[in-house]
């Protein structure tokens, strides 16, 4: 069975401050990992794949197989970053997405 | 482009009624798939259809189930309703071509709630 992880319900920092969102996955296949985040009043929407490895308004994520781990990074956080943050691991049939608990972020100013 | 719409927004129904949930993929996507999200929690896969064929189911009991039509809208419905069925339910539409690339385009939800 396939489980993502996501252990913190809430992640408050200040504007301009490193934030990271943990998410720990548990699968037996070969992991296809993404983020997703549903900013206020908006739908949940797509941010990064780690088969991209790409950065998306200034976020990164990287695959660590060793630890199960896919936490999402950004170096200065900013107001806009405000939102809620889904983890979400692909089955190997490409059909199925489970997502992690998410974990809101709050960036104060 | 017109995204990915559902109906009806918000619905209250009694334990063992029935609902059917309604969702218009975005146009040039032919595989939709249906998510349970209870509150505080994280999306759940249901089912997803492609072609109007199931394909694949995630661990919900046969009452929940579901239809794709031609022009690849949607549907869900939940017979004998349970007080845990009460959720945002998501639908989400992708291309044909990146249908297992993982990227989803989502709707707004029909937020259920059973009394």
């Known amino acids: 069975a396939q489980r993502v992880t996501q252990p913190e319900k809430l992640l408050s920092v200040f504007k301009g401050a490193p934030v990271e969102l943990k998410c720990n996955y548990s699968?037996?296949?070969?992991?296809?990992l993404f983020w997703y985040v549903q900013y206020s009043r908006q739908r949940l929407q797509l941010l990064l794949r780690h088969i991209s490895r790409e950065s998306i308004k200034g976020f990164t994520a990287d695959l660590n197989k060793g630890e199960t781990s896919f936490h999402l990074k950004k170096p200065f956080a900013q107001e806009e970053d405000s939102a809620m943050y889904y983890c979400a691991l692909m089955n190997n049939a490409g059909n199925m997405l489970t997502f992690g608990g998410g974990t809101r972020l709050m960036v104060k100013p | 482009e017109t995204g990915v719409t559902q109906s009806p927004t918000h619905l209250i129904k009694t334990r063992g009624q029935q609902v059917t949930l309604r969702c218009s993929s975005q146009?040039?996507?032919?595989?939709v798939s249906w998510y349970q999200q209870a509150l505080g929690q994280g999306p759940q896969f249901i089912f997803q259809?492609?072609?109007?064929?199931?394909?694949g189911r995630g661990n919900f009991p046969p009452r929940f189930s579901g239809l794709q039509f031609p022009n690849y809208s949607s549907e869900l419905n939940v017979n004998a309703l349970e007080l845990d069925d009460s959720a945002l339910y998501l639908c989400?539409?992708?291309?044909?071509?990146?249908?297992?690339?993982?990227?989803?385009?989502f709707g707004e939800g029909s937020r259920l709630t059973v009394l």
């Open positions: 146009s040039g996507h032919n595989t």
């Open positions: 699968y037996s296949g070969s992991p296809e």
């Open positions: 259809y492609y072609r109007e064929e199931e394909n």
């Open positions: 989400a539409s992708s291309p044909a071509q990146r249908r297992d690339t993982g990227e989803l385009f």
